[in-house]
């Protein structure tokens, strides 16, 4: 099947069912059709073009591991792919405006403890890495991912292969023991 802005809804449930049999001609045919439409959902939503395409390429693996739970009572299949593309990208574009939201705090009390503590605290430095040391590589993995990459806890979760309650806890654990050892250098 050639690229092509025009198929049929039975030609799209055809190969949405030749992607859940692992078929990968079947979604780069897939794709041919319907990755522009779906870039531009993204891009209207993000307002960001190398965004879009991250949040397009999520999408197609999304399509490939859960193609098999299309429901054709619930939408066609380009509806079906759009409703993902916007989500994603709305995940992604929530999860930047957290980012933007902690580094701008980060930044605030930055500047407050500069203003306060002039001078550089040896011994609050090794007792933030001492902390950071004794995190499991777990808690030191979701908490990189979730504060410094703006990820959400799902997408640790599905990036990591691991369950969200696992990302859950092991990010709330993470940040009690660092917590509990930072409380004497504040």
Known sequence: ???STE???EEA?????RIAARDPEALGTFYDVFAGRLLSVARRVLNDAAMAEDVLQEV?????ERANSYDPGRGNVFTWAVVMTRNRAIDRYRSRQRSVH???RVAAQTIDTVEEQPQADPDRDAGLRSAVAELTSEQRTVIELAFFGGMTQSQIAEQLKKPLGTVKAN???GMLKLRDRLQNYR
């Open 171 to 173: 990010i709330r654990r």
């Open 102 to 104: 902690i580094l701008e």
């Open 7 to 9: 198929i049929t809804h």
């Open 60 to 64: 197609f693996v999304q399509i490939w």
């Open 13 to 17: 449930e055809a190969l949405l069912g």
């Open 1 to 3: 099947m050639e690229p």
